[in-house]
């Protein structure tokens, strides 16, 4: 897509580049999810420590399913991986879920709500309407991030996943409009003074 790569500055100063998963990005990727805390793995829907989950996923790519960025630093490296996953037929059609992780040294400073950015402005250009996230009852931090950019807990599915040490959980659907989350992203960028540019 023509309007990648874009850079922004995050809050502490630090340039990172925004561009779309490509295919030679595998073993980038691989060492992205490798380096991250068992904390932030083992809640996620896929077991990403595994790398032929990360092969079959970066060879699979298709941007009308599952349209894929990510952050990259000044060394080239991956810090924060974001999807967006559609459905093109169907009565989801106009939905999007949005799923995403950025490395721990990079979090709080504004790159989490970035991204959502940007698969809000993606959903937005493929006209859907309605945005979802789910996460597990015991993310807490996850479940204030997203409470902060307007979405609301729509339903709990009871017992509905098993993490990664065989522990059962609530899922927590978490919905907003599109509408509605680009007026507030817009209002969160402003505050945190994010500075966007093409690269």
């Known amino acids: ?14 340039t990172i580049t925004l561009r779309l998963l490509r295919t030679d990005d595998e073993e980038r990727l691989i060492e992205f999810f490798a380096g991250l805390p068992r904390g932030s793995t083992q809640f996620l ?11 079959h996923f970066v060879t699979n790519l298709n941007p009308d399913s599952t ?3 990510v952050a990259m630093s000044a060394d080239g490296k991956i810090v924060a991986d974001a999807t967006l996953h559609m459905v093109q037929r169907g009565w ?11 490395a721990e040294g990079w979090r709080h400073q504004g790159l989490a709500t970035a991204l959502v950015r940007e698969l809000v402005e993606q959903a937005s250009a493929r ?3 309605k945005i979802k996230a789910e996460i597990l009852d015991s993310q807490t931090g996850a479940f204030k991030v997203f409470k902060r950019m ?3 807990e729509e339903a709990r599915l009871k017992q509905h996943a098993l993490d990664l040490d065989g522990q059962l959980h609530d899922i927590l659907i978490l919905t907003n409009s599109v509408d509605d989350l680009w007026r507030n992203m817009e209002e969160l960028i402003s505050e945190m003074e ?3 540019g093409k690269v």
């Open 194 to 196: 994010i500075a966007y």
């Open 92 to 102: 989801r059609r106009h939905i999007g879920e949005v799923r995403g992780v950025v």
């Open 1 to 14: 897509m023509e309007e990648y790569p874009k850079e922004i500055t995050l809050r502490d100063g630090r």
């Open 45 to 55: 829907k896929h077991d990403v420590r595994d790398p032929e989950v990360v092969r």
């Open 150 to 152: 307007g979405f609301t």
């Open 67 to 69: 349209l894929p960025i």
């Open 127 to 129: 006209g859907l309407k």
